[in-house]
């Protein structure tokens, strides 16, 4: 994760913007705070998953300062494949994961916490894979222990809209339809609170932003 | 605008035509000036008696003349190229609302990437390729590419759009997706594509003399610039009148605002405006208030059913999936509608067709 410096560093300056401006114009996302506003914070973005692209659009829609204090957690299989996607990946400062090998010792939330360090915020698709079907999908525990581990991050959850009929799971070309992204009030792990009663709060907040 | 003038006036000389051109401009954006002014000051003072919304909806509507006369000063300065292209991406962008507001499936998406972009900058393309090109293509003359781009999209485009979706092996509602995708393509691009079009014809009068300067785009630029202001006007002349005196709603499950009277009062008062502009154009008086009135029926007519697609789907505006903001297909939706009468209308009695 050294990328961050050196030849990474101007890569990202370059590129970045760039590819937010491309993001936000591919995706015709328009941006909703309801009860709740940008803010420099740190935060944990917790969102559904529909595509490759939900991402790469959810942090190229936020306000610049915010946005680059904010980094994405994706899985370094995708990510990783080919010179194009590790590029892009790089540019907008991707947090990769191995899903395959998860070593014992260093787990991805532990990873996760100390790459943010006190400064940055994290992007978070608690369902692990994108989703097909309508409904949510059951959220994974990688979100409590987040909570539970650091108490002070806000976890804000975010529907996002439409961007898998943008670029659909299985399509290479993406069609530049209209999408829609919700950001929602905060939540927190609750003392004592059991972990799935969090988890299902947790998909809750996400699901009631789909009908705002 | 006063270089635009002045550029009229040095190249042309003899040719009144365009000087007439530039002098409807000239009147639509002193007028715009005018509105603009008394909307931002009703604005500031608010007038109690005055609903808010109403003045916020005016402002609105000034935004959007301002936006269309840009594009017409556009067609003025930078040619005939640029004007195309600049209605290339108005389609684009409502075929996007369009799209995003009609239910899709996952089988649908290659057809789409293809009408996105395939389709659509295909046609602009052969209306932008103009008579020049067909000339040094084939060696013909005062002719543009409209054997090919008049059935690219209802011909090729209809054949190819439920092939496609076929290909991708859903066959769930089948028929009605492949509708849908054609709909779109043909109200957001190809009626729309016809407005531009109109930069393509040699204009006569009616009698069969060749109207303004053979070579110069500028007097097809301003019976342009005549089409779509006659579209607005149409449109607004249609809501005053319903406000104003409107009792028998149409289709009160339609749009529940457009009523017989605002349609009457609205064509007459079209047809009349219309008329009376008949110096801008290769018309006389009456052919003027004939197309007008054309315009502002077939403009009636776009509205109805854009309105009728947007109850079917159960939403206000196209546009953004947030509700309350109107998007650019339900600005232009009577502009689709209207253009291919008034272009053909223009192309059969106005111009030299070979």
Redesign the interface.
């Known amino acids: 994760m050294a990328s961050a410096e050196g030849t990474g560093g101007l890569v990202m300056a370059i590129t970045g913007p760039m590819l937010a401006t491309i993001a936000k114009l591919v995706s015709g996302a328009s941006l909703r705070w309801i009860d709740c506003q940008p803010d420099t914070c740190q935060r944990v973005y917790f969102a559904n998953h529909t595509s490759h692209l939900d991402a790469l659009v959810l942090w190229s829609c936020l306000p610049k300062e915010i946005r680059i204090r904010t980094r994405a957690v994706a899985a370094r299989d995708y990510w990783e494949k080919g010179p194009i996607r590790r590029h892009m990946a790089r540019s907008f400062n991707v947090l990769l994961i191995d899903r395959k090998e998860i070593k014992v010792h260093r787990s991805p939330v532990q990873m996760m916490l100390q790459e943010i360090g006190e400064r940055d915020s994290l992007i978070v698709f608690p369902e692990g894979s994108r989703n097909t079907k309508e409904e949510l999908g059951e959220f994974k525990s990688g979100l409590y222990y987040l909570g539970k581990k650091r108490p002070d991050l806000e976890l804000v959850p975010v529907y996002m809209e439409n961007l898998n009929r943008v670029l659909p799971r299985g399509e290479v070309l993406p069609v530049p339809l209209l999408s829609c992204i919700t950001i929602g009030p905060p939540i927190w792990l609750e003392a004592g609170e059991p972990k799935n009663d969090f988890l299902n709060r947790a998909r809750e907040a996400v699901q009631r932003l789909r009908d705002r | 605008m006063a270089r635009a003038v002045l550029l009229a006036q040095s190249s042309n000389g003899p040719h009144h035509v365009h000087t007439q051109t530039y002098w409807l401009l000239g009147v639509v954006l002193g007028l715009l000036v005018v509105a603009y002014v008394a909307g931002r000051l009703l604005k500031r003072y608010p007038d109690h008696s005055l609903n808010p919304a109403l003045i916020e909806r005016f402002n609105h509507r000034i935004r959007v003349w301002w936006l269309m006369c840009a594009i017409l000063v556009a067609a003025f300065l930078m040619g005939r190229v640029p004007t195309i292209i600049l209605f290339g991406c108005l389609s684009f962008w409502s075929l996007?609302?369009f799209?995003?507001m009609t239910p899709?499936r996952?089988g649908d998406?290659?057809a789409?990437?293809w009408i996105?972009f395939v389709f659509t900058p295909a046609q602009y393309a052969l209306v932008a390729l103009g008579r020049g090109a067909y000339e040094s293509l084939f060696g013909v003359p005062h002719r543009d590419f409209y054997s090919l781009y008049s059935v690219a999209i209802p011909v090729y485009a209809l054949l190819f759009i439920p092939m496609r979706t076929a290909m991708a092996g859903d066959p769930r509602r089948f028929l009605e997706r492949s509708a849908k995708i054609q709909a779109g393509l043909f109200i957001c691009v190809y009626y729309l594509s016809y407005a531009p079009a109109l930069l393509n014809l040699e204009l006569t009068t009616s009698a069969g003399a060749l109207w303004g300067d053979p070579g110069s785009h500028v007097q097809n630029a301003g019976l342009l610039f005549y089409f779509i202001l006659i579209v607005q006007l149409g449109d607004m002349f249609q809501q005053v009148w319903s406000r104003l005196t409107g009792r028998r709603v149409i289709a009160p499950r339609i749009n529940a605002s457009r009523t017989w009277e605002g349609l009457l009062g609205g064509v007459t008062s079209t047809t009349l405006v219309g008329a009376l502009l008949w110096w801008a154009t290769p018309f006389q008086f009456w052919q003027a208030g004939c197309m007008a009135m054309v315009v502002a029926v077939a403009g009636f007519g776009g509205g109805m059913v854009m309105s009728a697609i947007k109850r079917d789907r159960g939403v206000e505006d196209y546009?953004?999936?947030?509700q309350g903001h109107p998007g650019i297909l339900d600005r232009i939706d009577s502009l689709c509608f209207a253009a291919p009468l008034f272009y053909h209308l223009t192309r059969y009695f106005f111009s030299q067709v070979y």
């Not at chain 2, 546009?319 to 947030?322: H, I, N, P």
């Open positions: 996007r609302e799209i995003t899709t996952r998406h290659r789409l990437f996105f546009g953004t999936l947030v």
